[in-house]
């Protein structure tokens, strides 16, 4: 798979590394029922306390930054992890930023509304339009674009989670990098889990193993934030797209794509008993943080079937951990 036509900048410090979780699974015992499991550590970075988006913003930035822009606006919820590491990136790369963020969550408590991301969106200079749950964020992101090229300025626009295909070419990337890692340490993983928020985690590995000549079903999500349909749909377009960006000549099927829903909960942002004993298990046990939204829950989703014996005895699983630790501090009430 080759990507070096795709402008792209350097915002990760190579492959991240992949850890046996040895002390949790001592910790559960027969209650992994001889499942193996990894984490691939996605939440470490060199930029804005990492994260998976960065793997995206290299990709997105890069093009920005090859049409010579002066300003990036992005969307997303109150606690966006994406918003903070485009606003820390577009920081490193001396651009403007913009974010206009939704209060998609019910909470008004004070960690949430001015803590974690919220915080460090501030620090790192970004101009911040707060907007009522209900509103199209993308749709006055736009609007405000046009405003600021009518000035003269040079203006990219990044949807929901950097997930576009351009975006989404950082995860097929990210698979050719496990791929080879566990060829390295002599695994092969049975599957490979992450999060879905705005699916472009999973759509860009899926379509990443796809152009690898690998099954797409290596993959598999939790859904964090649409329903179950709702979400296979989504991130089989994405994946389709960003295939479609590497490999012409390649589609994937209508059932390429594995999403749990799950252990979703009541909805975005709102948390479960699930997340929170996994937050406290991977804490306690390896001194790792998954943050409450989305890597809290995808894990609980991942431990309920390695108990339920969904994985084969002796089977390998890789859980990517996503980042967005900062989401702890406005959880804080949680736990």
Same mark, same amino acid.
């Given at each position: 798979? %080759?990507?070096?036509?795709?402008?792209?900048? #350097?915002?990760?410090?190579?492959?991240?590394?992949?850890?046996?979780?040895?002390?949790?699974?001592?910790?559960? /015992?027969?209650?992994?029922?001889?499942?193996?499991?990894?984490?691939?550590?996605?939440?470490?970075?060199?930029?804005?306390?990492?994260?998976?988006?960065?793997?995206?913003?290299?990709?997105?930035?890069?093009?920005?930054?090859?049409?010579?822009?002066?300003?990036?606006?992005? !969307? /997303?919820?109150?606690?966006?992890?994406?918003?903070?590491?485009?606003?820390? *990136?577009?920081?490193?790369?001396?651009?403007?930023?913009?974010?206009?963020?939704?209060?998609? !969550?019910?909470?008004?408590?004070?960690?949430?509304?001015?803590?974690?991301?919220?915080?460090?969106?501030?620090?790192?200079?970004?101009r911040v339009h707060l907007l009522p749950g209900e509103a199209d964020s993308l749709a006055? +992101?736009?609007?405000?674009?046009?405003?600021?090229?009518?000035?003269?300025?040079? %203006?990219?626009?990044? @949807?929901?989670?950097?997930?576009?295909?351009?975006?989404?070419?950082?995860?097929?990337?990210?698979?050719?990098?496990?791929?080879?890692?566990?060829?390295?340490?002599?695994?092969?993983?049975?599957?490979?889990?992450?999060?879905? /928020?705005? *699916? /472009?985690?999973?759509?860009?590995?899926? #379509?990443?193993? #796809?152009?690898?000549?690998?099954? @797409?079903?290596?993959?598999?999500?939790?859904?964090?934030?649409?329903?179950?349909?709702? +979400?296979?749909? +989504?991130?089989?377009?994405?994946?389709?797209?960003?295939?479609?960006?590497?490999?012409?000549?390649?589609?994937?099927?209508?059932?390429?794509?594995? %999403?749990?829903?799950?252990?979703?909960?009541?909805?975005?942002?709102?948390?479960?008993?699930?997340?929170?004993?996994?937050?406290?298990?991977?804490?306690?046990?390896?001194?790792?943080?998954?943050?409450?939204?989305?890597?809290?829950? +995808?894990?609980?989703?991942?431990?309920?079937?390695?108990?339920?014996?969904?994985?084969?005895?002796?089977? #390998? !699983?890789?859980?990517?951990?996503?980042?967005? !630790?900062?989401?702890?501090?406005?959880?804080?009430?949680?736990?």
């Amino acid at each position: 798979m %080759v990507l070096t036509r795709f402008p792209r900048v #350097a915002l990760t410090d190579g492959p991240t590394p992949i850890r046996s979780l040895d002390r949790l699974s001592t910790h559960l /015992g027969p209650e992994l029922n001889g499942v193996r499991l990894f984490v691939k550590r996605d939440d470490i970075g060199p930029v804005g306390l990492g994260g998976n988006k960065l793997r995206k913003l290299e990709f997105l930035l890069g093009q920005a930054l090859a049409e010579r822009a002066d300003t990036v606006i992005t !969307v /997303g919820a109150l606690q966006s992890n994406h918003a903070r590491l485009t606003a820390a *990136s577009a920081a490193r790369m001396g651009l403007a930023c913009e974010l206009f963020l939704t209060r998609s !969550v019910p909470r008004e408590d004070a960690d949430y509304t001015a803590n974690g991301n919220r915080l460090l969106q501030d620090l790192f200079g970004a101009r911040v339009h707060l907007l009522p749950g209900e509103a199209d964020s993308l749709a006055q +992101a736009e609007a405000r674009a046009e405003e600021l090229r009518a000035e003269g300025r040079r %203006v990219h626009v990044f @949807p929901s989670g950097g997930s576009s295909p351009l975006g989404c070419l950082g995860y097929a990337a990210c698979a050719a990098e496990i791929l080879e890692q566990a060829a390295n340490l002599g695994l092969a993983f049975a599957r490979i889990v992450v999060p879905n /928020g705005s *699916s /472009g985690t999973h759509a860009g590995l899926a #379509a990443g193993l #796809a152009a690898a000549g690998r099954d @797409p079903h290596l993959a598999q999500s939790y859904t964090v934030l649409a329903p179950e349909p709702e +979400a296979t749909a +989504a991130t089989l377009a994405r994946a389709r797209d960003t295939l479609a960006l590497i490999d012409g000549s390649q589609t994937l099927s209508d059932d390429a794509i594995l %999403v749990d829903g799950a252990h979703r909960g009541p909805g975005y942002g709102i948390p479960t008993e699930g997340m929170r004993e996994a937050v406290r298990l991977m804490a306690r046990t390896e001194g790792l943080l998954l943050d409450p939204v989305y890597s809290g829950k +995808a894990f609980a989703g991942l431990l309920h079937d390695v108990r339920a014996g969904r994985y084969e005895r002796g089977a #390998a !699983v890789l859980f990517v951990m996503t980042g967005g !630790v900062p989401g702890l501090f406005a959880y804080r009430s949680e736990f």
